[in-house]
Structures are given as structure tokens and as C-alpha cells.
């Protein structure tokens, strides 16, 4: 399995990496398997990276990433004929600011979810979509929250500029030290936990920000509640 270094480190926009496999999926398109990566697969509400993939006489434009149960799936453009060859070294870099808007929306849904469960503690987050232009997070619960304590919440939070980390732990220790999750975690990806601050822990695979103060702003855009689920959508100002 290729090496996750989106995972050790979200800020790292440039790397080396060497193809392990030129392969087509089932609808015949084209993609790349590395032995290490930092482009983030699509997954767990956050869009893909794109970037370059570039060696001695070849660049390939990065259009898609997927992760299937043994896989990171780097998708090139179908105009682009692959003629990198199996352990061929390459340069990868890439979108930053493609990447930056990503974990700034990502980061966001999880300080909101925070801070929706503790100053509305009958709300439970239950999903995050944090795609820039569409984001946002659904509780479970019956009480929609108040807006304008809402946003004087978060931006008391923001304020503080507490800084983000995430660890390793299996799941049976984690619901013993913090909660009993309300959802499934998939099969495929290691037990990640992203906590901000003294804030209570997420499982997450994503890629987060290092201090919130780089979110710089939450704007709430709707409230809505229907069949005990409530939804906020935001973006980031
Ligand atoms: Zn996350």
C-alpha cells in the first residue's frame, strides 16, 4: 500500500516519489500507484487533490484521486499517453491552494461540529460535507441551534487560535477514554483522531490545519431541521 504522507503532514505540497504500477481501471481510464503519495484521495466529506506528476521526459496532469480498499489511485488525464515505466522517480506537487481551501472547509466542519455540541449539547454531528461552495454538517437532534449564539460561539473559538492535532488509538480505547460513536468508521483506514484544542476528539482521516486561526472565518448560510436532523451549511469567509 502506498505510503500516506498526507497523513503525517497536511502542509507538505512538494515530493519524491517512484511509480510502482501503471494500470486502467474498469471504465478503462488511467492511473498511477506510488510508493508514497500526498495527494489526499476523495474521502470523508474533503474533495481530491489535484496536481503534477513529472519525471525526466514526461508531466502528468493529476486530475483525480481515489483510495479503494488496497489502492491510492493517481488518475491522469486520458489525453496524456503514460510512458513512465515501474519504478521510474518522480517529482509531485500539489495544488496548494486547491489543498488549502480544502482544509480550511474540513477544519471549519470540525470546530463547528464542536462547537455545536457543546453549547447545544442535544445535537449530535453525524456528517460532515465540507466542499468549498456546498459544505456542511448535519446533527442528529430535534433543537435547531440558535444562530446568533452560534456565531458569537465560534468566533470566541477562532479567537483563541487553538491549535489542531491528531494521534493513532483503537477504537475500543477510544470509546472508553472520550464517546460511544454514533456512526461506522470504514474498514480500510487506520483509526486517525483529529482534536482541536481541548475540544472532544473526531475520528478523521483528512487534512487539517494546523492552528484554527487560519480558517480565519465561518459564515453560518442556513439552518435547517427536518426528521430529527438539523443541517448548517457554512463556508469560510
Ligand atoms: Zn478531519
Known sequence: ???QLYLQDAYLFESDACIAKYKKDERDMPYLLLDQTIFYPQGGGQPCDHGKIIGGD?????CNIRQTKNEIR???ELTQKASAS???K???AIDKDRRLLNARHHTAGHLLGNVVELAFPSLKAIKCHA???EAYIEFLGADPPDEQLLQKSLQNAIAQDLKTKVFEIDRDSFELVYYKLPYEIPENKNFRVMQIGNFAPVPCGGTHLASIKEIV???LNKIKHKNSIVR???GVA
Not at 514526461?58 to 493529476?62: A, K, L, N, R
Open 74 to 76: 493517481h488518475y491522469i
Open 232 to 234: 448548517i451549511s457554512f
Open 1 to 3: 500500500m502506498t505510503r
Open 86 to 88: 515501474t519504478n521510474c
Open 58 to 62: 514526461f508531466e502528468y496532469t493529476v
Open 131 to 133: 466542499f468549498p461552495g
Open 217 to 219: 472565518g465561518i459564515t
Open 90 to 92: 518522480v517529482k509531485c
